[in-house]
């Protein structure tokens, strides 16, 4: 069964720096997508990145980068330059298959909450 | 484009009533719509996948007589919470594909409902 893991419950870090959360998976299917999202205290969710499992370079959004270390099943997302309206809570998602055995189901990890100082 | 949008945002209900929850497509048809549920400061636990026209796929756990799911057209599917009690309160979250085969999912803005 497909698992993802969010070890970090709450991070900080100060304005205008650079921020890693961390985010590990299990899967038996050798297709699959790696999501982030954020979710502000509004409860929306904002897609911030897509990973897929065959891509052979890491994603990057802006001033969000996704470190995919595939051997490792590991999925983190940097936040560059990190900004005081950066601050909430960061899940990661995962999604089995690909075709038409792509479902779009979506399991989440259990999330960071991430907090930028001024 | 690819809006979901989500009704009520919130609903406060007495213990016993049903409460209503309806997710809408407004720019694009979704033949499956996914809902979730969420606790605070929780994950996103999947309750069920709505397929239009046909009956919903229910997660382990989920009580699908407490939970009723219809989809009954390709831009809306509606969440009831029957006879619902305090520990139903919670946020509700809907999401959809915004086309077959897309991998990025829109989600609805929830709707947090809490029961006296």
């Known amino acids: 069964a497909q698992k993802i893991t969010q070890t970090q419950p709450g991070m900080f870090v100060q304005e205008k720096e650079a921020v890693t959360l961390d985010c590990t998976y299990d899967t038996s299917d050798p297709s699959y997508g790696l999501f982030w999202y954020k979710q502000p205290s509004s409860g929306e969710m904002i897609f911030l990145i897509y990973?897929?499992?065959?891509?052979?370079q890491n994603a990057t959004e802006g001033r969000y980068s996704l470190n995919f270390q595939k051997a490792r099943k590991s999925a983190n997302l940097v936040i560059s330059a990190s900004q005081l309206g950066d601050s909430a809570m960061y899940f990661c998602a995962m999604r089995e298959g690909a075709g038409s055995s792509n479902t779009g189901k979506l399991i989440f990890g259990q999330g960071t909450t991430l907090q930028v100082k001024p | 484009g690819a809006v979901v949008s989500q009704h009520p945002s919130w609903v406060i209900c007495k213990s016993g009533t049903s409460v209503k929850i309806e997710c809408r497509s407004l720019d694009f048809q979704a033949t499956t719509m996914f809902w979730y549920r969420q606790f605070p400061k929780q994950s996103l636990m999947l309750m069920a996948t709505s397929n239009e026209g046909s009956k919903a796929t229910y997660e382990q756990g989920v009580e699908k007589d407490k939970f009723l799911i219809n989809h009954a057209s390709l831009t809306l599917s509606t969440l009831t919470v029957t006879s619902a009690h305090p520990e139903d309160s919670s946020f509700y979250i809907c999401s959809a594909r915004p086309r077959a085969g897309a991998n990025v999912l829109t989600f609805g803005a929830g709707s947090r409902l809490t029961v006296l």
């Open positions: 990973q897929g499992s065959y891509d052979q």
